[in-house]
């Protein structure tokens, strides 16, 4: 069975700096997408950045500029570097993953982890 552990969340100031990091442990055979999504107080979950395996990214429009997704293919990782933090960046943080495993081609969700940005 795959789980995603993520780690990196914290308190921060308006204006500093975040780096998440999920990693896929497990079989994982194949790595298709990873993803980092949010969802703050009362909001919908909402997709942050994607990236493929091939290293194609996509990023919502709030967070050009300011977040830098990659991934390690070899270590099953994928990092969040979130720079110029606003306060409207306050949310939990969720890891997804496109991969496969012995059951095939799946999905699958960290448990989130808790960024706050506040002075």
């Known amino acids: 069975q795959v789980q995603l552990v993520e780690s990196g969340g914290g308190l921060v100031q308006p204006g500093g700096s975040l780096r998440l990091s999920c990693v896929a442990s497990?079989?994982?055979?194949?790595?298709?997408?990873m993803g980092w999504y949010r969802q703050a107080p009362g909001k919908e979950r909402e997709l942050v950045a994607g990236?493929?395996?091939?290293?194609?990214?996509n990023y919502a429009d709030s967070v050009k500029g300011r977040f830098t997704i990659s991934i390690d293919n070899a270590k099953n990782t994928v990092y969040l570097q979130m720079n110029s933090l606003k306060p409207e960046d306050t949310a939990v943080y969720y890891c997804?993953?496109?991969?496969?495993?012995?059951?095939?081609?799946?999905?699958?969700w960290g448990q989130g982890t808790q960024a706050t940005v506040s002075s």
């Open positions: 997804n993953a496109d991969l496969s495993d012995y059951d095939g081609r799946n999905y699958y």
């Open positions: 497990g079989t994982v055979f194949i790595i298709n997408a």
């Open positions: 990236i493929t395996s091939g290293g194609t990214t």
